[in-house]
């Protein structure tokens, strides 16, 4: 259940892989925290719908996998995913700003529900913007609400907060276009890590978007590694967003996967 559900919600990324990448500068003078967080929401974000083929490695310590994603988003509306093996869709999931309900037909499994329990799961907040940030390459949290230490590390913009004591959250970005190359949380009394790394990026007319992208995922002695490469980008097409469950899945809830 944990792992195409993974791929669910974390194969968030769209990209399309060119000839030649977005350069990307390194970081060299000392800058402001509420400099870099403003550079870093500059880039623009003119699209309404956005559609992305990708394929994907799924990894853990028992097994890998590879499938291939469809990814159908509505700008701040809805987000459709389908995970395909062998062209045969595993499962589905349809993300909104107040549910999230998905399908996978190993077990005939299914759910329905909000961003709690999931945010339980995940060990860290969890709503629909988030979600979607994490496709179009920004910050998952909103930078603009939080305090952070600066630095440079790894020739990278590098910003740092631990607001509650218990959750530390990282945010690395390059000086050009302050695009983000690295998200981190890390809860050390849970033995819990999530990374979240962009290697490249391309601009496009509507957006500058990752193109690939690669998750590291650790709770206590379980490790996930997703990589993933994204085929095809459009957008502003008239998109559908077909889903339903089909019959006689059984469904089941966050608290006993």
Not at 30 to 49: G, M, R, V
Not at 164 to 186: A, C, P, V
Request: charged content about 25%; hydrophobic content about 35%.
């Amino acid at each position: 259940m944990k792992k195409y559900f993974a791929f669910l919600l974390l194969i968030l990324v769209a990209s399309c892989k060119p000839k030649a990448l977005l350069a990307e500068g390194t970081a060299s003078n000392t800058l402001s925290a509420e400099k870099i967080i403003n550079n870093h929401y500059s880039n623009k974000t003119d699209f309404s719908t956005l559609y992305i083929k990708a394929s994907a490695r799924y990894q853990d310590d028992k097994q890998t996998q590879n499938v291939t994603a469809e990814i159908r988003l509505k700008k701040d509306e809805k987000i459709l995913i389908s995970i395909r093996v062998i062209g045969i869709t595993m499962a589905k999931a349809l993300i909104t700003p107040t549910s999230v309900q998905y399908y996978e037909k190993i077990g005939n499994k299914y759910f329905e529900g909000d961003y709690a329990g999931l945010s339980k799961w995940l060990g860290t907040d969890l709503d629909f913007q988030k979600v979607q940030n994490m496709l179009i390459g920004k910050a998952i949290d909103d930078l603009h609400k939080g305090k952070y230490a600066v630095s440079i590390m790894e020739k990278l913009y590098k910003l740092q907060s631990n607001a509650d004591g218990t959750t530390d959250k990282s945010f690395y970005f390059e000086s050009d276009n302050f695009l983000i190359k690295r998200q981190e949380i890390n809860q050390p009394a849970l033995d819990r890590t999530l990374q979240v790394a962009y290697p490249d990026y391309k601009k496009y007319d509507q957006i500058i978007l990752p193109l690939s992208l690669a998750i590291d995922a650790r709770q206590n002695e379980s490790k996930t590694n997703i990589e993933i490469e994204y085929k095809n980008v459009t957008f502003n097409e008239d998109l559908s967003f077909p889903y339903s469950v089909p019959e006689g899945y059984e469904r089941i809830y966050i608290d006993k996967i």
